[in-house]
C-alpha cells in the first residue's frame, strides 16, 4: 500500500499563485510517476500534470505555461507550483501515485485538496 498526504491548497484571488505538496509513505516503487488531477463542481476529473521517477512531465493544455509539477526522489514528494491562477482552475486537487509490479499496474490516491481562486 502506498499512501498519499496533500497539503497547500486554500483560497487566492485570480492571479495569485499556489503551491501543493504531495508525500508518498509505504511500499513505495523504484520507479513510479505522479500527478496532479482535479474535479471541479458537475465535472469529471480531468488530469492536469504528471512527473516520471527521470522528471519527464506532461501537462494539460489549459494549465501549460502557468503550472509547474517538480519532484523530490529523496523525500518521495511531488510538488506542483500554480502561477497566475484563473477562477476556472478552482477545484478539488488529487495527488496520484502509478507504478508497475512486474505486470501489476498500481494506483493511488490522496485525499484531495481544495483550490479555490477567487475576488
Known amino acids: 500500500q502506498v499512501q498519499l498526504v496533500e497539503s497547500g491548497g486554500g483560497l487566492v484571488q485570480p492571479g495569485g499563485s499556489l503551491r501543493l505538496s504531495c508525500a508518498a509513505s509505504?511500499?513505495?516503487?523504484?520507479?513510479?510517476?505522479m500527478g496532479w488531477y482535479r474535479q471541479a463542481p458537475g465535472k469529471q476529473r480531468e488530469l492536469v500534470t504528471t512527473?516520471?521517477?527521470?522528471?519527464?512531465?506532461n501537462y494539460a493544455d489549459s494549465v501549460k505555461g502557468r503550472f509547474t509539477i517538480s519532484r523530490d526522489n529523496a523525500q518521495n514528494t511531488v510538488y506542483l507550483q500554480m502561477n497566475s491562477l484563473k477562477p476556472e482552475d478552482t477545484a478539488v486537487y488529487y495527488c496520484?501515485?502509478?507504478?508497475?509490479?512486474?505486470?501489476?499496474?498500481?494506483?493511488?490516491w490522496g485525499q484531495g485538496t481544495q483550490v479555490t481562486v477567487s475576488s
Open positions: 496520484q501515485y502509478t507504478d508497475v509490479i512486474f505486470t501489476t499496474t498500481r494506483n493511488y
Open positions: 509505504g511500499s513505495i516503487s523504484h520507479i513510479y510517476a
Open positions: 512527473i516520471t521517477t527521470s522528471g519527464g512531465t
